[in-house]
């Protein structure tokens, strides 16, 4: 992996925003199609290796694209991977477990519903990348769990410049309310990450929000 490494400047502990004390696993999630040689992909790697420096778990769905990259980053930050696993019999279109991507730990689970779930369940912050209609499910999910947990919820980071047009047409065209707004940062860069990670840590200790324990 040294050639997706050596595509952003080295990453140094030293160099890196100090770790949240309340917040330890990081969900990931993005496209099942992202190849090595994508600019997804190799962002991914560098945000998960960000993390993993940090000091925090990373968890993905254990599959291909933006699942292997995350594993992959957080490896080479020396960090730990959670992955949620679905092994389905009749949905020939799910890409399913990726060989390549190495996970510490497996939860399997029985139905696409219950992986989005689990997901949902042992992330405690959630960082969005590009992705098709699977990601946007679970981006979904996560939106809507933050609004009617707000107050006690789980952040969104959403990673790439191109979520601020997406936001922008959703806050034109849909009825949102105040809260729902407040509950996702976009960001670009893997700094960008762990500084909305901190962000989000200081809103929760000001009161503005209570982070949910990891389950």
């Not at 990259?69 to 080479?76: E, N, P, Q, V, Y």
């Not at 930050?77 to 890409?95: H, Q």
């Not at 962000?199 to 200790?205: G, L, V």
Request: proline share 4%; charged share 25%; net charge neutral.
């Amino acid at each position: 992996m040294e050639p997706l490494i050596k595509v952003w400047k080295k990453i140094t502990k030293d160099s890196l925003p100090e770790k949240a004390e309340s917040i330890e696993q990081v969900a990931i999630f993005g496209s099942a199609e992202a190849s090595p040689e994508s600019k997804l992909f190799k962002e991914t790697f560098a945000v998960a290796e960000a993390l993993a420096k940090s000091g925090y778990t990373v968890v993905d769905g254990g599959g291909p694209g933006v699942m292997r990259a995350a594993s992959l980053g957080a490896k080479a930050g020396g960090g730990k991977v959670i992955g949620v696993t679905l092994y389905p019999e009749d949905c020939k279109n799910f890409e399913g477990r990726d060989s390549e991507n190495p996970i510490d730990k497996e939860i399997k689970t029985e139905t696409y519903v219950e992986r989005t779930l689990t997901l949902m369940s042992e992330g405690q912050v959630y960082v969005i990348f590009n992705g098709a209609s699977g990601t946007m499910s679970e981006f979904a999910m996560a939106w809507g769990l933050a609004r009617l947990h707000f107050g006690h919820h789980k952040p969104l980071i959403l990673y790439g410049k191109f979520w601020k047009q997406v936001m922008k047409v959703l806050r034109k065209h849909l009825v949102l309310r105040p809260e729902e707004i407040k509950v996702y940062k976009i960001v670009d860069s893997p700094r960008g990450v762990l500084q909305a990670i901190k962000q989000f840590e200081e809103e929760i200790k000001e009161g503005r929000h209570q982070h949910l324990q990891t389950s």
